[in-house]
């Protein structure tokens, strides 16, 4: 079996003094946020949008005389949401700046110490 050659980079081959032009030439560029600005993420529920959702520490377990004990079973790692009722693994994420996220705390009413 013969080792492949390394291949020359697209941005080299199309004469471009750097990835990072090269990527912004191309529309592939990662948006980078300020690093001085600190940002917040918080978990929100796909079905209702409610933020009371928390994952799921150990397996719930029913009586031997429940029908639907498969489909109300959790599961350890999956995300569950307290409103709806919601289980899954695709919670959605946002992520917010300092100043949205002492809103959303003022909003849930904990205190900011």
Not at 7 to 21: C, L, N, Q, V, Y
Not at 52 to 61: G, I, P, Q, W
Not at 73 to 99: I, M, N, Q, S
């Amino acid at each position: 079996m013969a080792k492949s050659k390394l291949a020359t980079p697209d941005w080299i081959r199309e004469g471009f003094d750097s990835k990072a032009d090269w990527e912004k030439a191309h529309g592939t560029a990662k948006k980078k946020k300020k690093t001085d600005e600190k940002t917040f993420r918080v978990k929100k529920c796909p079905k209702c949008e409610s933020y009371n959702v928390n994952v799921v520490l150990s397996e719930k377990e029913g009586s031997d005389d429940d029908e639907d004990l498969e489909s109300s079973k959790k599961v350890v790692g999956e995300w569950e949401c307290k409103k709806c009722g919601w289980t899954g693994k695709d919670v959605e994420e946002e992520e917010l700046t300092e100043d949205e996220f002492m809103k959303y705390l003022d909003e849930k009413g904990e205190s900011v110490a």
